[in-house]
């Protein structure tokens, strides 16, 4: 199995940048299909971006297309997503997510393995 740990997180000003990493261990990336999920204070986690299983596709959720991006180095075994343009309905606890499993890369209830999370705050 393999073990998930979230980084960069932190404060941030409206309209600014953050880059959250997810270290993996113990198995290779390359055998998993990677998404990133937030959570919200009250709300339900939520997706927010995804490799396939293949990673040669990209998925992102309506209100972070254009602005976030998913990406990965495989020598460093770890997946990152990039985040620019941040906006206050953008604060959340993001969590990095793996499967090996296909399809329906949107759904958090079919990733097995998750990391224990990091707080995005977007705020003036």
């Known amino acids: 199995q393999v073990q998930l740990v979230e980084s960069g997180g932190g404060l941030v000003q409206p309209g600014g940048s953050l880059r959250l990493s997810c270290a993996a261990s113990?198995?290779?990336?390359?055998?998993?299909?990677m998404g990133w999920f937030r959570q919200a204070p009250g709300k339900e986690r939520e997706f927010a971006a995804a490799?396939?299983?293949?990673?040669?596709?990209?998925y992102y959720a309506d209100s972070v297309k254009g602005r976030f991006t998913i990406s990965r180095d495989i020598a460093k075994n770890t997946v990152y997503l990039q985040m620019n343009n941040l906006k206050p309905d953008d604060t959340a606890v993001y969590y990095c997510?793996?499967?090996?499993?296909?399809?329906?890369?949107?759904?958090?209830?079919?990733?097995?393995?998750w990391g224990q999370g990091t707080q995005v705050t977007v705020s003036s």
């Open positions: 490799f396939s299983w293949s990673a040669d596709t990209t």
């Open positions: 997510a793996a499967r090996d499993t296909r399809g329906a890369y949107t759904t958090s209830r079919l990733y097995r393995y």
């Open positions: 113990g198995r290779t990336i390359t055998t998993y299909a």
